[in-house]
């Protein structure tokens, strides 16, 4: 399943605690130019973001959240360089690294960081494959997410 639309899911949005202020406020993908097609030559970007740490430094003194999330098989970006850049932000646990579920199975691990009005909450994603995500999707349409 595609991040936006999973992240556009009314059930989604409640777990992850989005505000109703929110509501008409959907997520899309970062950039929809981008795309990969096999056996043809790779598109890349024109701009390159070699890190967001500096924004994230930014934000943490700011009065908002933040939620930062990989996928737990991710080989590019493992989810363990994603945690030690949040380390380096220098931020409180608030709450320790702990499972998340969907449907009474874990679906990934989350922690969450604090530094007063900022909250920043990490969480890994497990990995699915899209006919099997499809077919979940089909068995808990109204089953909701707890974190």
């Not at 989604?12 to 990969?36: D, G, M, Y």
């Not at 430094?57 to 949040?86: E, K, Q």
Request: hydrophobic share 35%; with cysteine; net charge positive.
């Amino acid at each position: 399943m595609y991040p936006s639309v999973w992240a556009n899911r009314r059930d989604v949005r409640e777990a992850l605690h989005i505000r109703e202020v929110f509501n008409e406020t959907k997520w899309v993908p970062c950039n929809e130019s981008l795309q990969f097609y096999y056996n043809k030559e790779a598109i890349s970007y024109t701009h390159d973001v070699r890190s967001s740490l500096a924004y994230h430094r930014h934000l943490a003194n700011r009065n908002c959240r933040a939620l930062v999330y990989s996928g737990d098989h991710d080989m590019t970006v493992s989810y363990i360089s994603t945690l030690n850049w949040i380390k380096s932000l220098n931020l409180l646990v608030v709450k320790d690294w702990r499972p998340w579920f969907v449907n009474k199975q874990v679906a990934g691990y989350t922690m969450r960081y604090s530094n007063y009005d900022y909250s920043l909450t990490f969480a890994t994603i497990k990995v699915i494959n899209i006919s099997s995500q499809l077919l979940l999707e089909r068995k808990q349409r109204h089953t909701p997410y707890t974190t």
